[in-house]
Structures are given as structure tokens and as C-alpha cells.
């Protein structure tokens, strides 16, 4: 397996390669929805061949039989761990052995970004894995300016700037040099929704063709 340790978090994450394994990032027309246009997973370092060889392998690797019990094991001294700084849990199989790790490693708080509600077959499992008092699975919205999962029970959303008006927990990294630092927002279960500000010149690009389609509407 391989586990990465994402520069922004003080913690590791297991993650797919970006879009690939993101079926939900299309729309009904087919088109990737907003939020995954100005995805940050397609660029920068997530361009790199090892880093793509890492997700590649990850994609293989959890399909085998021994996988649960060794993430359990690589899991024995984390606190707090990411599922998916880029990918999503595109399989129900996958999530159905993520639930398994989730519930036999309860000093870890895991955090699982995810947009396969869409799909009504992962709801079941979703429901499952955000009843464990370890998880907080956070739906994410395909809008890039403040808009909400309504029927979620923990969601995230991007919104333009840090200081938009939301009704969200604001992530803080910009005001942080980037980072998290001590900030355990994300896995916590006292927060129901977290705003993401849009940042990367697509992003900002995306959010502004966003605002003009509303305005011209």
C-alpha cells in the first residue's frame, strides 16, 4: 500500500488518482461538474509519475484479499487519517473494506471526502461509516460558491473567497500558510458543514463564469 503524507495535513492519507475514479464528477449532461473542473488534484505535484504510480498502485493493491488487515496494522499509531486527498471511493467494494478498517481501528478518526451519494447503492454504507463514532464521512458539493448537500448529515463546499458570507465552518489554511496546523475541523463530528475558499487561477477562473451565468439568469 502506499500512504501519503499531504504537506497541508498533520496526518497521512490514502488516495486514487484524481477523475479517473471519480465517477461522480460528471454531471447528467456528462460534463464534469464545477467543483471538479478547477479540481487541484490534476495539477501541480499530483503531475509527478511517482505520485501517479503511488494511486495507480493504490487502485491494484486494496482488491487484495490481505489489504484490510494490513491498513488496520499501518494504522496502529494514527490519530487522525484522510481518505482521499485526490480519488473517491469509486467501488462499493472499496467502501465495504473502508468500513471494515474504519470500525476495528477506533483510536483513529478517520475523514472521507466523497461525492458517491449521488450513487444510491453507496448510501447504505455511507450511513453505516458515519454511525461509527470515529468517522465523519463529508459529502461534497459540486458548486463552487456556497452551495450545500441539503440532505447531508456532514458536508463541504468551496466558496469564492475566506471571508464569504456561508452558514459553513470556514477552513482556515489560507490565513495558516496553507497548513491546518492544529485545526481538526474535518474529522470532527460537532461540524456539520466546512467551506473550502477557491483558490489556483482555474478555480478562481471557474467561480467567476459560476457568478456570471447566475447573474445573467
Partial sequence: MKISK???LNSRSWSLEALETCPASKGSDGELVPACKGCYAVGGNYRFQNVKDARSHNKRDWKRSEWVADMIEELDSDRYFRWFDSGDMYSLALAE???EI???TPWTKHWIPTRMHKFKKFRDVIDR???LDNVVVRLS???????IVQEAKYSSTIIPFINSVTVATVCNAPLQEGK???CRACWSKDVKVIAYAGHG???KKIQREMITLIEVA
Fill in 102 to 104: 474504519c470500525k476495528a
Fill in 97 to 99: 473494506k473502508m468500513y
Fill in 129 to 131: 461509516l458515519n454511525d
Fill in 180 to 182: 491546518c496546523k492544529k
Fill in 201 to 203: 487561477a482555474k478555480m
Fill in 6 to 8: 499531504v504537506g497541508k
Fill in 141 to 147: 458539493s459540486d458548486g463552487v460558491n456556497g452551495e
